[in-house]
């Protein structure tokens, strides 16, 4: 099916080009990566993600409005998280379209924790407290002690944090807020919106 190659041709060129900054990448990935994405790997820049998603939202904004939500049913998996990942990697564009992303998840087009974490990230993009604990941040902020500025990682701040972990048990999430965080090298702490108001002023 022409539709299923298309997002399976997206969702790659997505993945691809951050699998290859990724810092744990080997070289010898970096090739194949490389390869997939059909260009040399010398010539391969960190802005080059930019231009692919651009490519790709075009591809994308055509595709739902042809299709509406190209689901599970439609195109099967893993092709079926290809438009919601273009999405997610576009922030003008979450706000728009997670109405869309919101019911595919609750009709099990896409699996309901896809649409959680871009439910986060549209709320962290609205300065409001995320749901379900999926969005992490960075600031550099000056060290007192030091005078220096330093990266200060953390959670974005959670509406009703003591109960997120039964949230993400539900969302179909299979580790907690604390697991998710040490992915990221972050200690979760359970900060408000004012405490980060305050710490990265």
Not at 163 to 190: M, P, Q, S
């Amino acid at each position: 099916m022409e539709l299923k190659k298309e997002l399976d041709a997206i969702l790659l060129r997505d993945q691809a080009i951050r699998e290859f900054f990724d810092t744990e990448v080997t070289e010898k990935r970096k090739d194949t990566l490389a390869q997939l994405l059909n260009y040399p790997k010398a010539a391969i820049r960190w802005n080059m993600m930019d231009e692919i998603d651009s490519v790709n939202l075009v591809s994308v904004e055509q595709i739902i409005s042809k299709y509406g939500y190209p689901g599970k049913t439609m195109v099967g998996e893993p092709a079926n998280t290809a438009v919601f990942y273009v999405i997610q990697h576009a922030p003008s564009k979450i706000s728009t379209y997670y109405p869309l992303i919101e019911q595919a998840g609750k009709t099990g087009e896409l699996p309901f924790k896809y649409a959680a974490m871009m439910l986060d990230r549209k709320l962290n993009n609205e300065k409001k407290e995320q749901v379900y604990g999926t969005q992490v941040f960075m600031y550099m902020i000056n060290n007192p002690k030091t005078g220096k500025k330093e990266p200060f990682e953390y959670v974005v701040p959670i509406q009703d944090a003591k109960n997120v972990n039964k949230r993400r048990k539900a969302a179909g999430f299979d580790t907690t807020v604390e697991e998710n965080a040490l992915k990221f090298g972050i200690t979760y702490k359970a900060y408000t919106l004012e405490e980060i108001a305050q710490i990265i002023k």
